[in-house]
């Protein structure tokens, strides 16, 4: 399960929060009300034997074989080759990185991470998401755990909207996302080239039920 990265987006820089704030905790431009994320993703939808937790140095290794997996599909991503795991850490926030682990073997089995669209105030609560299931793990309720602690961690760490692009063909993560309350706002389309292909991308979102909307 995977679905499509905008390319072109603006990430925070690498000293940089949701918020707009040093990782140090320096004070910056925090919307009034902002919460501090938690330091742990609660997995109560999780498969048996799964444990939904904080990425970590040590699983990076497997974060890039299940990403450069789900590339390797041609239907998560407008990109092709996975990051090294100096390009993937500085564009994603650490506080909304989480993988889906066998409690048994420590084996990662997905992973969901977040990237700030923004790195102006107003857009201090909009991240850009991507969720990622090893290719032998799939259908077997992984992705929406990962996906249902990730929106939790968001709402905790004051995120208001949630968005990303999905390719049309890739009718799982679209269904999965509408599942967990994602709304589809739109299609743009032929807006990149992959593999020589134009293709469509469908623009989904997810709002804060504390924002009212």
């Known amino acids: 399960m995977a679905h499509d990265e905008i390319p ?9 929060d949701a918020f707009g704030r040093g990782r ?6 925090e919307e009034p009300g902002a919460r501090p994320a938690t330091a742990q993703a609660a997995g109560p939808d999780a ?3 799964v444990e939904i937790r904080p990425m970590r140095r040590c699983d990076a290794e497997q974060v890039l074989a299940i990403y450069q997996a789900g590339l390797d599909t041609g239907q998560a991503s407008f990109e092709t080759l996975a990051p090294s795991w100096e390009g993937f850490t ?3 926030l650490p506080h909304l990185r989480h993988v889906a682990c066998d409690t048994g073997t420590g084996q990662v089995l997905g992973w969901v991470a977040a990237s700030a669209v ?3 105030p ?14 032998g793990c799939q259908a077997q309720g992984i992705g929406r755990a990962l996906l249902a602690a990730f929106v939790s961690a968001s709402q905790d760490a004051g995120v208001w909207t949630i968005q990303s692009g999905v390719f049309p063909e890739n009718a ?3 269904a999965l996302h509408r599942a967990l309350g994602f709304r589809v706002v739109g299609i743009r389309e032929r807006i990149g080239r992959h593999h020589g292909v134009w293709r469509d991308v469908v623009m989904i979102e997810r709002r ?3 924002t009212g909307t």
């Not at 140090?24 to 431009?29: D, I, K, Q, V, W």
């Open 8 to 16: 072109g987006r603006t990430v925070a820089g690498r000293g940089q």
């Open 24 to 29: 140090s905790g320096a004070a910056g431009h």
């Open 47 to 49: 498969p048996p034997g």
């Open 90 to 92: 500085a564009a994603r």
């Open 118 to 120: 923004s790195a102006r």
């Open 122 to 135: 107003v857009y201090a609560g909009v991240v850009e998401h991507g969720v990622y299931v090893h290719p």
């Open 172 to 174: 799982a993560s679209l």
């Open 208 to 210: 804060s039920t504390s």
